[in-house]
Each structure stands twice: as C-alpha cells, then as structure tokens.
C-alpha cells in the first residue's frame, strides 16, 4: 500500500512559478514510476508529466514541455513538479500517482494504481 500526499498548490499571477510536491509512504516508492496528473472544472483529468523509478527517463505532456519539470528524490520518498511560466489555463486540481515497481512510464491515468488527494493551483491572468 502506498499513500500520497501533496502539497505547494496555491494562487499566482500568469507567468509565476510553484513548485509542488508529493510524499509517498512505503519503502517500495524508489522502485515506482511516479505521474503527475491535472483535472480542470468539467474537464477529464490530463496527463501532466512522469518520471521513471530511477529518474533516468521522464514524459511530459506538449502543453507543459519546456515549462514544467518533474524530479524525484528517493532519499526522502518525494516527487516533485516544478511549474514555470504558468499559465490560466494550468488552473486545476493537481495529482500524483504511483505505478506498480518498474513499470514503463505512462501517460494513461488508467496504468497508475495509487493517488494523492490533489493540491489546487490557481492561475490568474
């Protein structure tokens, strides 16, 4: 069993930065694939981005490449999104997940078995 939780969400102009974070509990996280996912008022819940158990491979959606960065630091059972140049339109409850141990890295939430509660983010123009 895996529990998440996140944090660092909160309200900032068009163009500022946060920087979320996602704690896991267990001692397999090292050995997960961990996501971030996204979910907008009346919209589906969207892929943000993903890093592999051992940092070495990472996905991102186009909507965030080149803004957003996902890290992870297995020394203190976290992941972590760095969000710059945000936008309104990065408005949404944040997510993180957790796959199975070694799994591939994935963009369908469907493939991730654990969740976090979600932190808001909020984008004003």
């Known amino acids: 069993q895996v529990q998440l939780v996140e944090s660092g969400g909160g309200l900032v102009q068009a163009g500022g930065s946060l920087r979320l974070s996602c704690a896991a509990s267990?001692?397999?996280?090292?050995?997960?694939?961990m996501g971030w996912f996204r979910q907008a008022p009346g919209e589906d819940r969207e892929f943000v981005a993903a890093?592999?158990?051992?940092?070495?491979?990472?996905l991102y959606a186009d909507s965030v490449k080149g803004r957003f960065t996902i890290s992870r630091d297995n020394a203190k059972n976290t992941v972590y999104l760095q969000m710059n140049y945000l936008k309104p339109e990065d408005t949404a409850l944040y997510y993180c997940?957790?796959?199975?141990?070694?799994?591939?890295?994935?963009?369908?939430?469907?493939?991730?078995?654990?969740w976090g509660q979600g932190t808001q983010v909020t984008v004003s123009s």
């Open positions: 890093i592999s158990w051992n940092a070495g491979n990472t």
């Open positions: 267990g001692r397999t996280f090292s050995s997960r694939p």
């Open positions: 997940a957790a796959k199975e141990p070694y799994y591939k890295l994935s963009s369908s939430d469907d493939t991730y078995n654990y």
